[in-house]
């Protein structure tokens, strides 16, 4: 079974530029979670995809942050301008269920660098 | 509050000592999920174990151990005779119901480097 993968693993841009962020879960899950972590601080919850939908889409921190899940496959997370303070790393995960049993499966994660 | 709280940023050891990573976490809720998971210097994260909250033994798989102690709100790790491939960050998470919703909640990791 294929992990979670997400591309690009390291993005450099410039503030006020797009990037835009992708994951694919594994196969079949139909939970897709988005987490970021800035230096040095604790991992925290970005949103929550069931399928298509956005479950919880709490942890957003503003409208410059847009992600999407078309067809409930493959999610993009774009970042329209971006700030200095939006580098660290973004992780993806996916689950079967949603249940708090369930284990969540990470990716990689990518490394934003605003400059 | 749903808060995990990894005080210790940093850890230095040398091979083959024993170390011990702390986590202590805060909930209101009577059933919920602890996690360990283990950043290597790859960048991924790997889960390590899931504890729930009705389960109180403790666990060991090979040289590492947890214990969980719903006392004091602790869900301790332990890695017995460190080696160098130990070297990552940990993390400690706790699931639960926030607002309705399940989430992941990370403490701040631990940076744990083990010197040959």
């Known amino acids: 079974e294929a992990g979670v993968t997400q591309f690009p693993s390291h993005s450099v841009i410039e503030k006020g530029q797009t990037v835009t962020l992708r994951c694919d879960p594994i196969s079949g899950h139909d939970n897709l979670y988005w987490y970021r972590r800035v230096m040095g601080k604790e991992i925290k919850f970005l949103l929550h995809f069931v399928k298509e939908s956005k479950q919880d889409e709490s942890g957003m921190p503003n409208n410059r942050f847009l992600a999407e899940r078309t067809g409930g496959t493959y999610s993009t997370l774009k970042v329209q301008p971006a700030e200095l303070e939006d580098s660290g790393v973004y992780f993806c995960?996916?689950?079967?269920?949603?249940?708090?049993?369930?284990?969540?499966?990470f990716g990689s994660g990518t490394r934003l660098t605003v400059v | 509050a749903q808060k995990v709280t990894q005080a210790q940023t940093e850890i230095s050891v040398v091979e083959k000592e024993d170390v011990t990573l702390d986590c202590v976490y805060e909930t209101r809720d009577t059933t919920y999920y602890l996690f360990w998971y283990k950043q290597p210097p790859s960048g991924e994260l790997v889960f390590l174990i899931r504890r729930n909250s009705f389960d109180e033994q403790n666990e060991i798989s090979g040289r590492y151990s947890w214990n969980f102690q719903k006392s004091t709100s602790s869900f301790n790790f332990t890695i017995t005779a460190s080696q160098v491939v130990d070297s990552a960050v940990y993390f400690c998470?706790?699931?639960?119901?926030?607002?309705?919703?399940?989430?992941?909640?990370f403490g701040q990791g631990t940076r744990l480097t083990i010197n040959p």
């Open positions: 995960a996916s689950s079967h269920n949603r249940g708090l049993r369930d284990g969540y499966t």
């Open positions: 998470a706790l699931r639960a119901i926030i607002q309705g919703a399940q989430k992941l909640v």
